[in-house]
């Protein structure tokens, strides 16, 4: 199958939290539009049992919508609301690391602190 996206975008969408099959899924319909859930296994490339949950996932996160037929059709947002949500989900990923890092240098109490000039 030719892919309308190779191995370097899809690292670059895993960057932004996608998984392989998302980034896969998501491309597909950025490049080629609104598809049924079959067309899309077929052109991203996975296995036709993950198409839908894969699907899901995405529509849980805003990037793809449901165009509701007879055989459902599914759309991606843009590409750049897309990358925007997906960063956006980055930086709470991290606002809650820093939360918890500071959570745990006020709970967690060293018996001895190693001095910052100690040679081993």
């Given at each position: 199958m030719n892919q309308p996206f190779d191995e370097k975008t899809l690292s670059k969408m895993g960057m932004f939290g996608l998984t392989e099959y998302e980034a896969r899924v998501y491309l597909t319909l950025i490049v080629k539009g609104g598809l049924e859930a079959s067309k899309v296994s077929?052109?991203?490339?996975?296995?036709?049992?993950?198409?839908y949950s894969v699907l899901k996932a995405?529509?849980?996160?805003?990037?793809?919508?449901?165009i509701p037929e007879a055989v459902n059709r599914y759309r991606a947002v843009p590409l750049d609301e897309g990358m925007d949500l997906l960063m956006e989900e980055q930086e709470q990923q991290l606002s809650h690391l820093r939360?918890?890092?500071?959570?745990?240098?006020?709970?967690?109490?060293?018996?001895?602190?190693?001095?910052?000039?100690?040679?081993?």
């Open positions: 077929r052109y991203a490339d996975i296995p036709r049992p993950h198409t995405l529509q849980m996160r805003g990037l793809v919508t449901v939360q918890a890092r500071d959570e745990l240098l006020s709970e967690v109490k060293p018996k001895e602190a190693i001095p910052a000039n100690y040679q081993s």
